[in-house]
């Protein structure tokens, strides 16, 4: 039934071309006009109902202390190294100034006075944590309102500030914060287009015709500016998190490339045979695009399983990044046909490889197309067991590091030190100590006990792994106290996640009591560490709800209990390789000079999850295309070894050059400066490379041949059940 009603979709779409490309164009630019008019701006907010640092954020938000608001800190030092603030009357003047301009900036709620510091003294001016103990580097800390009310031009007018200054005052001026973070032009735009120019030469290279390279590209252009768009309306309703657009842009580009590639292939196929091109086109949407609907719906359950972490930033970032495939597999079979369609004549002969497709007689069932690739599959085919044994092996030692992993939060001090956000990272570090730059929000609620502000401040002064606690702000009538707080440790350091735990379960309640007083501890730092560990401990009801969905979706689609079966533990492999890749470049520092990593950093907390996610299932993507392939063999056949040999290798090529696309795709996101676009990048182009080489051409066709007639076994009273009809036994 999905069949010919592909058929009569990409038939109708190549035989009418001109209305749908005008479709898309409307769809196209409504999207556009609608993202400007009702669209909102990225934002990240990372945190969840229920932990205890989203608690502290509602106690934050209830005192109106403004400190639940962005942050910016502008660090400076006098342009004589030898010089200190104490002892510099220009250098203070300058410091006077700046602190009074930054004042005026628009939404500027107030800002730290390190003047104010270093008049009252050494003492309190290291306990504010204001001005260095030695005098030589001073913070202005500067509090804006929350995220909604701002936008990228504050960051603007903060950074033209510096700029400005930068020329008229004796000061070195370095600038980071929330602000920057939050309003950062992403990683993306030169990425995409390098990952365009690299797609384009291998499509070239796969099928000789530039008319051939042009519409895939063509068409994942199309669906990446509605699917963007479209993200952005999104925004513009609830909160979709920062890195979504580049996640987006990444794999849309890839997958929407991927499946107008299968498509493109099968038209190719069907032309060489003598079909018409429009006739052509119907029935290549009518083959290959049963297996796209099928791998995009896949890649759109998996990624939605994001939301049984019960974290609400992943699970809009998943749901618009599943947005954008799905326009993609759109587009797949709407505009691709109607591309199709409308290069008829050009598609057909174009290009060496156009050109002798026309000249080939039909090619019989089962004729070699792909001699090197079904010599290969037969070697493997032939000694199954050393393959298998191997390959397995291969990959997991290769996810041994896995052992290893380390979640936490890549921070400034990640970032290439031609940013001023690193600069101004190493000088706070060097000043003040590595925890200032990862500063801790303790809310207590002391309503009915007077004295437990002044016990609290006392026992996390006392803590070990506390440096300095800064004066406390309290709300008199609502009761509420909020404590700056400065571990010894940088917000990267597993002991500081070990300080906030200690803090949590043992400083605040002993100090609080049995009384009504309350205290949690929040802060970016704490934020981020909560996520995490909400995310390692819901990976494992991800892991199960993906894979019991996919098993039943390739057993649907498959009519099969092993190879479905087989398809979920091959991928699993193939993703925890890519894990160990991750740990071994970004914690142990092994190759991370190469795509411009500065210094080893934790796993992002919620990256992991993501990009299972994700992984899993554009690894289905090609266990879809494959193992139909080889399906309609058996079918055809009824013997499975011949189903595997022409299978694998009549899409062996194929694959390889989707694949290739997108490790390209990938690739070229980890060279990004900011190291989470990098783990996105590298962790999606490792496992794509091992899928579809490893896994496909040696796993796949290895453990097939051992299980033999078993592959396509399905008890009698399942596939009764199954939607469907029975399939082959």
């Known amino acids: 039934m999905l069949s010919r009603a592909l058929l009569r979709l990409g038939a109708g779409a190549a035989r009418r071309p001109w209305r749908v490309i005008a479709a898309w164009l409307a769809a196209a630019t409504l999207a ?39 942050t910016a800190q502008v660090v400076v030092t006098p342009l004589d190294g030898t010089a200190t603030f104490f002892d510099h009357d220009g250098a203070r003047t300058a410091l006077t100034r700046l602190r009074t301009e930054v004042q005026r900036l628009p939404h500027v709620l107030g800002t730290g006075d390190p003047v104010g510091a270093l008049d009252a003294g050494g003492d309190t001016a290291v306990r504010g944590g204001l001005v260095s103990a030695d005098g030589r580097i001073a913070v202005v800390r500067v509090q804006y309102p929350d995220q909604s009310r701002l936008s990228s031009e504050d960051l603007d007018a903060l950074v033209g500030l510096g700029d400005r200054l930068r020329a008229e005052l004796p000061l070195r001026i370095e600038m980071g914060g929330s602000l920057f973070y939050a309003f950062s032009e992403p990683d993306g735009g030169a990425s995409e287009l390098i990952g365009l120019l690299a797609a384009a030469a291998i499509l070239f290279l796969a099928f000789g015709s530039l008319v051939a390279a042009a519409l895939p590209i063509g068409m994942a252009v199309f669906g990446l500016t509605v699917g963007v768009a479209t993200m952005t309306v999104l925004a513009g309703v609830t909160d979709v998190p920062t890195f979504a657009p580049v996640l987006g842009s990444m794999v849309g580009l890839s997958v929407g490339i991927d499946y107008a590639l299968f498509v493109l292939a099968r038209h190719r196929e069907h032309l060489a045979g003598g079909l018409d091109p429009r006739e052509a086109a119907g029935l290549a949407v009518a083959t290959a695009g049963r297996p796209v609907v099928f791998a995009g719906g896949t890649v759109v359950v998996s990624i939605l399983g994001l939301a049984v972490a019960d974290v609400p930033f992943m699970t809009v970032g998943g749901l618009a990044v599943s947005i954008v495939v799905l326009i993609m597999v759109a587009a797949s079979v709407t505009l691709l046909p109607a591309f199709l369609g409308a290069a008829a004549p050009r598609l057909a002969g174009a290009g060496r490889i156009g050109r002798a497709l026309r000249r080939r007689p039909v090619p019989a069932a089962g004729a070699d197309r792909a001699a090197g690739w079904r010599r290969w599959i037969g070697h493997v085919n032939r000694h199954p067991v050393p393959y298998a044994v191997g390959a397995a092996g291969l990959l997991l030692t290769a996810a041994l590091p896995v052992l290893g992993l380390r979640v936490g939060l890549p921070d400034d001090g990640s970032m290439p030190v031609g940013r001023t956000e690193r600069r101004a990272y190493d000088l706070v570090a060097e000043g003040f100590g590595p925890g200032t730059n990862g500063p801790l929000v303790i809310a207590a609620d002391t309503a009915g006990d007077p004295g437990a502000l002044d016990r609290l401040v006392a026992a996390v002064a006392a803590d070990r792994g506390i440096a300095s606690v800064a004066p406390t702000h309290v709300d008199r009538a609502g009761g509420i106290a909020t404590l700056l707080v400065f571990p010894t440790t940088g917000p990267q350091d597993e002991v500081t996640a070990d300080t906030i735990a200690r803090l949590r379960t043992d400083v605040l309640p002993a100090a609080t009591g049995p009384g009504p007083a309350r205290a949690h501890v929040g802060g970016a730092a704490a934020s981020l560490s909560d996520v995490g560990r909400r995310t390692s401990e819901r990976l494992p009801l991800l892991v199960a709800t ?143 490379l091992i899928d579809a080489t490893v896994v496909r051409m040696v796993l796949v066709p290895a453990t097939m041949t051992l299980l033999g007639r078993a592959n396509w076994w399905l008890p009698g009273w399942l596939d009764r059940l199954l939607p469907g009809g029975p399939g082959p036994s």
């Open 546 to 688: 993906v894979l019991a969905t996919s098993f039943l979706l390739l057993m649907l689609v498959f009519r099969s209990v092993l190879v479905p079966l087989k398809a979920v533990l091959l991928n699993l492999l193939s993703i925890g390789a890519a894990y160990g890749v991750l740990v071994a470049v970004f914690q142990w520092g092994w190759g991370g000079a190469l795509i411009g990593l500065e210094a080893t950093v934790p796993i992002v907390s919620f990256i992991p999850m993501f990009l299972f996610a994700i992984l899993f299932g554009l690894s289905m993507d090609y266990e879809v295309f494959l193992l139909s392939r080889v399906r309609e063999e058996y079918l055809r056949t009824g013997d499975n070894g011949t189903a595997i040999v022409e299978g694998v290798s009549g899409t062996a090529r194929i694959i390889t050059s989707a694949a290739l696309i997108m490790v390209a795709v990938f690739v070229s996101f980890a060279v990004a400066e900011d190291p989470s676009t990098k783990m996105f990048g590298l962790g999606l182009a490792t496992a794509i």
């Open 32 to 70: 556009v006009l609608a993202a400007v008019a009702f669209g909102g701006r990225n934002a990240d907010t990372m945190t969840a109902p229920g932990l205890d640092s989203q608690r502290a954020a509602q106690l934050i938000e209830r005192a109106g202390t403004g400190q639940e608001g962005m």
